[in-house]
């Protein structure tokens, strides 16, 4: 045991020699959403430089490589930040590179300023109105939405580490009472909605205590038959053809969750009875320790 001055001071000088590992995993280490946070702005920041930079010349990025500390798995705990150093082709010498340093600079600042003003990405309503008119026409509401998957899996990515481990959190509730129950339940990525949708209303904090938002989750479970979400971030709901739609949508019984990425499909299963044995568990749930603080009071829910 370290000595409880140790502990608490987390001063190097008053560690003894045996200790010196044990310093370092717990206090200097970089935790995992630290490591999640870097993760996630690189892959951001490698996609823009790829994708919006330099289009109009014919030099490319042809690689981004993760330098500094990060880079070098030598960062310490809050105290690094990532460096990224940014390989472009074709360049003839050293000396073009030299030269041309600050028009590379101006054109990542300049495209860099344009992103902080450009609407998120919506794919043309067009598309939207022919899955409409086909779900429609084939009564084949949902049935589509793997089309979608690359816009479902960007509506998750970008969400903070602290969320997507809450989300991870409620997944693994759900399996639990999937294996209990043995029967049909709402789909789980009905649940990863519901975990964003409760995280949004309470104000999009990217620091929580993680109990008090399982906690908010499971209480929009116990009360499923009040749920009607739906996100307008990939469709127009302004639209003639799809605001209309999405309306008769929001108008069926309850619960409706709606596809972020496809209005036709309500991925709360269209089924009530399929809830009620999940807002079973979450009642029971409610009782257990991990909704308690450590004096036995109850850790509350966000107010959403």
Known sequence: MWPLQAIVARDLEVIPAKDLDRFIEHHLLPDTAFRMQVKQAIDIICSFLKERCFLQDRVRVSKVVKGGSSGKGTALRDRSDADLVVFLSPLTSFQEQFERRGEFIQETRTQLEACQVTEPYRPDPDIYVRLIRECERLGKEGEFSPCFTELQRAFLKQRPAKLKSLIRLVKHWYQKCKEKLGQSLPPQYALELLTVYAWERAGRQTDFITAQGFQTVLELVMNYRQLRIHWTQYYDSSHPVIGPYLRRQL?????????????????AGGKPERWEPLAGEARAWMKYPCFRKGDGSPVGSWNI
């Open 251 to 267: 108008q069926k019984p309850r619960p409706v969750i709606l596809d972020p990425a496809d209005p036709t499909g309500n991925v």
